[in-house]
């Protein structure tokens, strides 16, 4: 069975500082990880995923996360945190045998002026 | 950009309505999920359906739910008899293969039962 553990549901950061959302995983077999926002009363957007190859992927809005299998995590990190930042983050995690997605319990994200 | 579209926004019922849930995937996706976010809680997979059939189901996904794809673009969530602790928001996605390949989630319909 696969998991994922968010540490941490409310991050607060000042904007201009960098981000940190932890995410670690547990997998039996190699697994395919996302990380999704969530706007207020919005729907879920894919920040970025990682599948196979290279283990540091960039996605949008400036953020990127880093596969490391030894600590089995997927952090997402953002060098500069800008206010529009401010949103619900999940981490999530499939297997090529499996179609669904295990969400973790989300991050809230605040940004501080 | 293609998009999947979830109607309505959202829906009010009362306890033991049936409801139905409508969702427009993006039209050359082959795979059709459902998922439901309690308030404050996080997002849980309820059935998965490919080839018109269930794929996979959780144990969210009792007798009550039931899914279709009635016309080669809809699909659709039903609940036959709504309870309260079926409020929730509920998100439709869809994918061109299954497995690792992206879900893109639609905006999600909330449902509040009274």
């Known amino acids: 069975a696969q998991s994922v553990t968010q540490l941490g549901s409310h991050v607060s950061v000042s904007e201009g500082a960098l981000v940190l959302l932890r995410c670690n995983y547990s997998?039996?077999?190699?697994?395919?990880l996302f990380w999704y926002v969530q706007y207020p009363n919005q729907g879920l957007q894919l920040l970025l995923k990682?599948?196979?190859?290279?283990?540091l992927v960039k996605g949008i809005n400036g953020f990127e996360a880093e596969f490391k299998k030894s600590e089995t995590s997927f952090h997402l990190t953002k060098p500069s945190a800008h206010m529009s930042d401010a949103a619900e983050y999940f981490c999530?995690?499939?297997?090529?045998?499996?179609?669904?997605?295990?969400f973790g319990k989300g991050t809230r994200l605040h940004i501080l002026p | 950009e293609p998009e999947v579209t979830q109607t309505p926004s959202h829906q009010v019922t009362q306890m033991g309505q049936e409801v139905i849930l409508r969702c427009v995937p993006i039209?050359?996706?082959?795979?059709f999920y459902w998922y439901r976010q309690i308030l404050g809680q996080k997002v849980e997979f309820l059935v998965s359906?490919?080839?018109?059939?269930?794929?996979?189901k959780s144990e969210i996904f009792d007798d009550q739910f039931s899914v279709e794809r009635p016309d080669g673009s809809n699909f659709t969530l039903k609940i036959r008899s709504t309870k309260l602790e079926d409020s929730a928001m509920y998100f439709c996605?869809?994918?061109?293969?299954?497995?690792?390949?992206?879900?893109?989630f639609g905006p999600g319909t909330r449902l509040t039962v009274t």
């Open positions: 996605a869809s994918s061109g293969q299954g497995g690792s390949y992206e879900q893109y």
């Open positions: 997998s039996s077999v190699p697994p395919y």
């Open positions: 990682y599948t196979t190859g290279a283990t």
């Open positions: 999530a995690v499939t297997s090529n045998r499996d179609d669904k997605i295990i």
């Open positions: 039209s050359n996706h082959l795979y």
């Open positions: 359906f490919y080839n018109n059939e269930i794929s996979e």
